[in-house]
């Protein structure tokens, strides 16, 4: 059995306050929700991704590395300024959340995906068991979590910072609906059939149903982008999945997609065994995949690191199943997790230290108090990678 590892260090990440906004009492904080990393310009560059809208727009937010070794210099980017959001009416002060569960830099964007997943409202103790009830039916479907787009990196004095239009490329979305696509697959359509409009039908997120939580990109030997969204459910029998899809050519109302090679469909799959997690985020490093993994459902524990070793050496192939048979596909890493907090949303490789060892970042959903730093900071974790 492998033992939880223990970080070699930790690292506080410093936001700006999040106050409340106008017509809302409710306070919210950025450090309590990071849902997506990526590290750039060697670890001088932080952005992250979050889960709730916390000012009044989703935004992604970034970070700048102190001499200290600590993270600060907060900067906000908003979504819409860059893409046009599905839903930018605000309810309660805000603006719907994107649900942002996946981001990567690839070829000069950085990439972002929504969580396009349905949402139970949580049933308020202060409130009859009756109320109770009725809030454990209502499901609802947020728009603006239906959106995967990539904005532009570009270079300021304090690092890399995002433009709607930077060096030839700019800031778009895929093309509406690509999800219906989905609808007629005999593994996930069950899952999707509720997004036709029968909102009773639809399975939300937390409880098994379709839900994106991790992204990566990488260039395939014919030079296009392979785009893989790694979904914290379903979980099929103990199977994680990941859709491939294939970006193609601006077409001025969003990217369109291109059929990917050795598909017949404009997405194919890849069914993994996680030893029934599901992902919860994604990274190349090198040709190897490593894959995040934690509970579909709304558990605590395990979490796990695993790597899919150089899944896409070979040719081109329609959908995919790898085992967990500690070769090609292995769980490297067991990671910590608290009793209703610290969960394990996201991570990030880095050199740690003089030697360059392989390291990565990991930042947690609903952080446990010892992991707050005074009234904005929070601590990530750095865990050393297996050879």
Known sequence: MTSIAHPTRRVCLTFADGGTVPGSDEQREFRVSLSALVILDAGRTLLAGGDETVRVEPSIERLTLRPDGSYGEHCSFSVSEFIELPDDVRDEGRVGEVDIEGMADHEGYLWFTGSHSANRKRPKGSNSVAAQIDQLATVRRGKNRFLVGRIPIAQDADGSRLEK??????????????????????????????YNGDRSQVVPGKDNGFDIEGLCASTRADGTTRLLLGLRGPVLRGFATLLELCPGDDGGKGIELAVVPGSARVYRKHFLDLGGLGVRDLAFFGEDLWILAGPTMALDGPVALYRWRAPFDGPESADTLTRGDGERLRRELLLPFGDGTDHAEAFALLADGASGTPSVMVVYDSPSPRRLEGTAGVFADVFALPA
């Open 165 to 194: 239009k930077h060096a030839g490329r700019r800031a778009a979305r895929l093309e509406r609906g690509w999800v219906k696509e989905l609808r007629s697959d005999p593994h996930l359509g069950l899952f999707l059939s509720g």
